[in-house]
Protein backbone atom coordinates (compact mmCIF):
# COMPACT_ATOMS: atom_id res chain seq x y z
CA UNK A 1 0.00 0.00 0.00
CA UNK A 2 1.01 3.40 -0.71
CA UNK A 3 2.38 5.13 2.29
CA UNK A 4 1.79 8.53 3.97
CA UNK A 5 2.44 11.71 1.08
CA UNK A 6 4.21 15.08 2.47
CA UNK A 7 4.67 18.15 0.71
CA UNK A 8 7.22 19.68 -0.28
CA UNK A 9 9.82 17.88 0.92
CA UNK A 10 12.24 21.10 1.54
CA UNK A 11 11.33 24.95 2.18
CA UNK A 12 13.23 27.70 3.01
CA UNK A 13 11.47 30.72 4.07
CA UNK A 14 12.22 34.33 5.63
CA UNK A 15 11.04 34.78 9.37
CA UNK A 16 7.68 36.64 9.40
CA UNK A 17 6.57 34.92 6.21
CA UNK A 18 4.00 32.10 6.21
CA UNK A 19 4.18 28.39 4.81
CA UNK A 20 1.79 25.63 4.19
CA UNK A 21 2.63 21.62 4.35
CA UNK A 22 0.72 19.40 3.24
CA UNK A 23 0.02 15.09 3.97
CA UNK A 24 -1.82 13.03 2.79
CA UNK A 25 -2.50 9.76 4.74
CA UNK A 26 -2.62 6.20 4.07
CA UNK A 27 -5.84 5.15 2.71
CA UNK A 28 -8.66 4.55 5.51
CA UNK A 29 -6.66 5.56 8.26
CA UNK A 30 -8.65 7.85 10.29
CA UNK A 31 -6.51 9.54 12.76
CA UNK A 32 -3.70 12.14 11.30
CA UNK A 33 -0.63 13.46 13.41
CA UNK A 34 1.70 16.42 12.75
CA UNK A 35 4.94 16.13 14.76
CA UNK A 36 7.56 18.93 14.73
CA UNK A 37 11.50 17.58 15.21
CA UNK A 38 14.04 19.67 16.14
CA UNK A 39 17.52 18.97 14.89
CA UNK A 40 19.29 16.79 18.03
CA UNK A 41 15.72 15.99 19.54
CA UNK A 42 12.73 13.45 19.36
CA UNK A 43 9.24 14.24 17.71
CA UNK A 44 6.72 16.26 19.66
CA UNK A 45 3.39 15.83 18.74
CA UNK A 46 1.86 19.34 17.79
CA UNK A 47 -2.06 17.86 16.94
CA UNK A 48 -4.41 15.02 16.46
CA UNK A 49 -7.46 14.60 14.40
CA UNK A 50 -9.85 11.83 14.25
CA UNK A 51 -11.28 12.07 10.99
CA UNK A 52 -12.02 15.98 10.31
CA UNK A 53 -11.79 16.20 14.56
CA UNK A 54 -9.50 17.66 16.62
CA UNK A 55 -8.50 15.23 19.57
CA UNK A 56 -5.45 17.06 21.07
CA UNK A 57 -3.78 20.19 19.87
CA UNK A 58 -2.19 21.13 23.38
CA UNK A 59 1.40 21.43 22.11
CA UNK A 60 0.45 23.39 19.19
CA UNK A 61 1.50 27.38 19.46
CA UNK A 62 -1.73 28.57 18.56
CA UNK A 63 -0.67 32.24 18.04
CA UNK A 64 1.22 31.24 14.67
CA UNK A 65 0.48 27.53 13.71
CA UNK A 66 -2.73 26.26 12.66
CA UNK A 67 -4.04 22.68 11.07
CA UNK A 68 -7.04 21.48 9.41
CA UNK A 69 -8.78 18.17 8.08
CA UNK A 70 -11.44 19.48 6.86
CA UNK A 71 -12.79 16.25 4.70
CA UNK A 72 -11.07 13.53 7.46
CA UNK A 73 -8.47 12.77 4.96
CA UNK A 74 -5.36 14.97 3.91
CA UNK A 75 -4.35 17.49 5.95
CA UNK A 76 -2.43 20.86 5.75
CA UNK A 77 -0.51 22.62 8.98
CA UNK A 78 0.31 25.96 8.63
CA UNK A 79 2.28 28.39 10.10
CA UNK A 80 1.85 32.65 10.09
CA UNK A 81 4.13 34.30 10.90
CA UNK A 82 7.30 31.67 11.06
CA UNK A 83 10.15 32.29 13.17
CA UNK A 84 13.82 31.36 13.29
CA UNK A 85 12.91 28.49 16.05
CA UNK A 86 10.41 26.86 13.72
CA UNK A 87 13.16 25.19 11.65
CA UNK A 88 12.58 21.59 11.96
CA UNK A 89 11.28 18.79 10.14
CA UNK A 90 7.69 18.39 10.19
CA UNK A 91 6.87 14.74 10.55
CA UNK A 92 2.72 13.55 9.46
CA UNK A 93 1.39 10.36 10.72
CA UNK A 94 -1.62 8.34 10.30
CA UNK A 95 -2.63 5.21 12.14
CA UNK A 96 -5.59 2.68 11.38
CA UNK A 97 -7.37 4.12 15.11
CA UNK A 98 -6.67 6.64 17.72
CA UNK A 99 -8.51 5.77 20.61
CA UNK A 100 -6.04 3.04 21.51
CA UNK A 101 -2.85 2.06 20.50
CA UNK A 102 -2.62 1.42 16.45
CA UNK A 103 0.72 1.73 14.75
CA UNK A 104 1.79 5.17 13.56
CA UNK A 105 3.39 5.43 10.15
CA UNK A 106 5.06 8.19 9.08
CA UNK A 107 5.98 10.15 6.29
CA UNK A 108 8.84 11.41 4.31
CA UNK A 109 8.85 14.81 6.20
CA UNK A 110 8.85 18.60 5.45
CA UNK A 111 12.44 19.92 6.21
CA UNK A 112 11.56 23.78 7.17
CA UNK A 113 14.43 26.53 7.56
CA UNK A 114 13.23 29.81 8.56
CA UNK A 115 16.17 32.51 7.73
CA UNK B 1 3.53 14.73 32.65
CA UNK B 2 5.15 11.81 30.85
CA UNK B 3 8.86 12.03 29.76
CA UNK B 4 11.22 9.63 28.11
CA UNK B 5 14.72 10.30 28.36
CA UNK B 6 17.57 8.68 26.25
CA UNK B 7 21.24 9.51 27.54
CA UNK B 8 23.22 8.66 24.85
CA UNK B 9 23.32 10.84 21.94
CA UNK B 10 26.01 8.27 20.50
CA UNK B 11 26.94 4.41 20.56
CA UNK B 12 29.86 3.55 18.60
CA UNK B 13 30.85 -0.55 18.64
CA UNK B 14 32.59 -2.84 16.36
CA UNK B 15 30.50 -5.14 14.07
CA UNK B 16 29.45 -8.55 16.09
CA UNK B 17 29.39 -7.18 19.46
CA UNK B 18 27.21 -6.37 21.59
CA UNK B 19 24.54 -2.81 21.86
CA UNK B 20 22.51 -1.44 24.61
CA UNK B 21 20.40 1.32 24.20
CA UNK B 22 19.04 2.92 27.25
CA UNK B 23 15.72 4.43 27.49
CA UNK B 24 14.22 5.31 30.98
CA UNK B 25 10.95 7.02 31.65
CA UNK B 26 8.42 8.54 33.93
CA UNK B 27 4.50 8.13 33.68
CA UNK B 28 2.12 7.41 36.68
CA UNK B 29 0.45 5.05 34.94
CA UNK B 30 0.90 1.66 33.02
CA UNK B 31 2.64 2.71 29.80
CA UNK B 32 3.21 1.07 26.44
CA UNK B 33 6.83 1.63 25.40
CA UNK B 34 8.32 1.14 21.95
CA UNK B 35 11.48 1.50 19.83
CA UNK B 36 11.29 3.12 16.40
CA UNK B 37 14.31 3.10 14.11
CA UNK B 38 15.30 5.88 11.07
CA UNK B 39 17.52 4.35 8.91
CA UNK B 40 19.52 6.25 6.72
CA UNK B 41 16.89 8.35 4.17
CA UNK B 42 14.34 6.20 5.09
CA UNK B 43 11.02 6.88 7.43
CA UNK B 44 10.66 6.24 10.96
CA UNK B 45 9.07 3.18 11.78
CA UNK B 46 8.46 0.79 14.49
CA UNK B 47 10.92 -1.52 15.71
CA UNK B 48 9.51 -3.32 18.79
CA UNK B 49 6.61 -2.72 21.43
CA UNK B 50 6.95 -4.21 24.78
CA UNK B 51 3.91 -5.95 24.47
CA UNK B 52 4.46 -8.24 21.65
CA UNK B 53 7.40 -9.65 23.37
CA UNK B 54 8.92 -10.49 20.16
CA UNK B 55 12.72 -9.76 18.71
CA UNK B 56 12.68 -8.10 15.80
CA UNK B 57 16.56 -7.99 13.54
CA UNK B 58 17.72 -9.49 16.47
CA UNK B 59 17.02 -6.91 18.95
CA UNK B 60 14.75 -7.10 22.25
CA UNK B 61 13.96 -4.81 24.96
CA UNK B 62 12.53 -5.85 28.17
CA UNK B 63 10.01 -3.28 30.13
CA UNK B 64 11.35 -3.20 33.38
CA UNK B 65 8.75 -0.82 35.80
CA UNK B 66 10.83 -0.89 38.87
CA UNK B 67 13.78 0.97 37.01
CA UNK B 68 11.11 2.74 34.74
CA UNK B 69 13.56 1.21 31.88
CA UNK B 70 13.04 -0.17 28.79
CA UNK B 71 16.45 -0.74 27.01
CA UNK B 72 17.04 -2.18 23.61
CA UNK B 73 19.26 -5.00 23.05
CA UNK B 74 21.50 -7.23 20.48
CA UNK B 75 24.09 -9.40 21.16
CA UNK B 76 26.04 -8.76 17.79
CA UNK B 77 25.85 -5.90 16.29
CA UNK B 78 25.56 -5.82 11.94
CA UNK B 79 26.71 -2.92 10.09
CA UNK B 80 22.81 -2.33 8.82
CA UNK B 81 21.97 -1.48 12.20
CA UNK B 82 23.57 1.68 11.88
CA UNK B 83 20.72 3.86 12.68
CA UNK B 84 18.69 6.18 14.80
CA UNK B 85 16.72 4.66 17.43
CA UNK B 86 14.09 6.34 19.45
CA UNK B 87 12.33 5.14 22.37
CA UNK B 88 8.40 6.23 22.89
CA UNK B 89 6.06 5.89 24.91
CA UNK B 90 1.64 5.59 24.98
CA UNK B 91 -0.53 6.83 27.43
CA UNK B 92 -2.40 3.94 28.37
CA UNK B 93 -5.65 5.81 26.85
CA UNK B 94 -4.93 7.14 23.59
CA UNK B 95 -2.33 6.71 21.40
CA UNK B 96 -0.71 9.92 21.82
CA UNK B 97 3.20 9.00 21.16
CA UNK B 98 5.82 10.78 23.75
CA UNK B 99 9.68 10.32 22.21
CA UNK B 100 12.99 10.60 23.77
CA UNK B 101 15.69 12.47 22.17
CA UNK B 102 17.17 9.61 20.26
CA UNK B 103 20.54 7.79 19.73
CA UNK B 104 22.56 7.51 16.99
CA UNK B 105 24.79 3.88 16.25
CA UNK B 106 26.85 3.30 14.61
CA UNK B 107 28.58 -0.19 14.02
CA UNK B 108 31.91 -0.01 12.27
CA UNK B 109 33.09 -2.83 9.96
Known amino acids: EAGVAQSPRYKIIEKRQSVAFWCNPISGHATLYWYQQILGQGPKLLIQ????????DSQLPKDRFSAERLKGVDSTLKIQPAKLEDSAVYLC?????????????FGPGTRLTVL | AQRVTQPEKLLSVFKGAPVELKCNYS??????LFWYVQYSRQRLQLLLR??SRESIKGFTADLNKGETSFHLKKPFAQEEDSAMYYCALNKAAGNKLTFGGGTRVLVKP
Open chain 2, 27 to 32: YSGSPE
Open chain 1, 93 to 105: ASSFRGLSYNEQF
Open chain 1, 49 to 56: FQNNGVVD
Open chain 2, 50 to 51: HI
